[in-house]
C-alpha cells in the first residue's frame, strides 16, 4: 500500500510519463530513456518516485498502471494535474449561480471547486468532505452542513450509512462529483465501494449533475461502478476527451465543457438545451 504521508512534487516529465503509461498500459525504461532523452538513472529514480506513492506499478524492466484495486495516495493526487484541475474547478463556478444548493462529494477536483466558488455568495452546501467543508466555512455568507457517518483518515472523507442517510433529507439543485475512472463505453469507475454508494445517493438527490474529471480519468481503471454519463448532466473536463465520450455526451442529451487555457470560460460546447 503506498504511503499516504509522501508528498511528491510532479514536475513536467513525470506528468507526461504518467500519461505515457497510462496511453500504452506498460512502457519500458529505455524507451522512456529515448523518449526524455535522459539517462536510465534518471528515469528509474522517476519511476521509483511515483511508485512510492502509488501513481505507477514497477514491473522488470519498466513501469506500468497500479491496480484497479487501488488509488493512488492522496497526497499524490493533490499535486497531480493540478492546473488542469483549478482550470476545471473555475469552469464549473462559473455555471454555479449565488444562492443555490449543492452536494460537493469528495475528490481533490472538487476540493479545487471549493476554493473556486469562494467569491459566490449564499450558497447552502452540503458535503462528506472536511477538507471542503473547512475551504466553504471560510465565505460567512455560505450555510455549510457536513454530513455524519466515518471519517477516512487518508483524505478526511465521510463514508457509510449514516452519511447515506443524511445524504437522503435532501434535494438540492446542483451535486458536483468527481470520479476515478470513466471507461470507454460511458461507465464511471471508482475504488471504494462505500464511497460510490454515497456518491450514488447524491446523484440520485441532485436535480442536476456536475461532474470534474481531468483528462488523465479517461480510460482508466477502477474497480467500482458508480453509474454512467447517462447520470450526468455536464462533464467539466481540461482537455477534448476520446470521441466515444463525446457522442455519448451527445447521445444522452448532457452538456460538455472543456475548461480553457486562460481565465476566459467560454469554450463550452453544449449538445441539449
Known sequence: MPNQQTRIELNRRQEAMLDLVRQQGFISVEALA??????????????????????????HGGAGLPSSVENAAYTARQVLCLQEKQRIARAVAEQVP?????????????????????????LRVITNNLNVATILSGNNSFEVIVAGGVVRQRDRGIT????IDFINQFKVDIGVIGISGIDADGTLLD??????????????NSRTVFLAADHTKFG???????????????????????GQIRRLMEEYGGALVVAPEMQTLQDVSEFAK
Open 34 to 59: 529515448q523518449h526524455f532523452q535522459m539517462t536510465s538513472q534518471t528515469i528509474r529514480r522517476d519511476i521509483n518516485a511515483l511508485c512510492r506513492v502509488g501513481l505507477l506499478r514497477r514491473y
Open 98 to 122: 449565488d444562492q443555490a444548493s449543492l452536494f460537493i462529494t469528495l475528490g481533490t477536483t472538487t476540493e479545487e471547486v471549493a476554493k473556486a466558488l469562494m467569491d459566490h455568495r449564499g
Open 160 to 163: 457509510g450509512e449514516a452519511t
Open 191 to 204: 475504488f471504494d465501494y462505500r464511497e460510490v454508494r454515497v456518491q450514488q445517493a447524491i446523484i440520485a
Open 220 to 242: 482508466r481503471n477502477a474497480l467500482v461502478r458508480l453509474g454512467d454519463l447517462s447520470q450526468v448532466n455536464t462533464l467539466f473536463t481540461d482537455a477534448e476527451p476520446p
